[in-house]
């Protein structure tokens, strides 16, 4: 039993920021990647920041110099800052993690989502 869990959604101004958090609970060996996608209406999911344990990271083009991924490895737990926020961001933001959990009667990797949550930037 492996959930992640989203919070810091909601409205921002254009121009404005957000921080959203992940939090991974359950029957946790460890967590490898972990990071956040994201869904606009009409639109696919993306890939918006991904990061690993071994702290490389990677970026959408279209957030670099905005956004900003971190993790608390002690904790289960990742952060998107994101900052100078555009209309375009609006979306269901999803967190992801590749997670070695433990599964009777040992450990296998887990791909595991959030249920989302929404940031709506307008005006």
């Known amino acids: 039993q492996v959930q992640l869990v989203e919070s810091g959604g909601g409205l921002a101004q254009p121009g404005g920021s957000l921080r959203l958090s992940c939090a991974a609970s359950?029957?946790?060996?460890?967590?490898?990647?972990m990071g956040w996608y994201r869904q606009a209406p009409g639109k696919e999911r993306e890939l918006v920041a991904m990061?690993?344990?071994?702290?490389?990271?990677n970026y959408a083009d279209s957030v670099k110099g905005r956004f900003t991924i971190s993790r608390d490895d002690a904790e289960n737990t990742v952060y998107l800052q994101m900052n100078s926020l555009k209309p375009e961001d609006t979306a269901v933001y999803y967190c992801?993690?590749?997670?070695?959990?433990?599964?009777?009667?040992?450990?296998?990797?887990?791909?595991?989502w959030g249920p989302g949550t929404l940031v709506t930037v307008s005006s």
């Open positions: 992801y993690a590749q997670i070695l959990a433990a599964v009777f009667p040992g450990k296998r990797y887990l791909e595991v």
């Open positions: 359950g029957s946790i060996f460890r967590i490898d990647d």
């Open positions: 990061t690993t344990s071994g702290t490389s990271t």
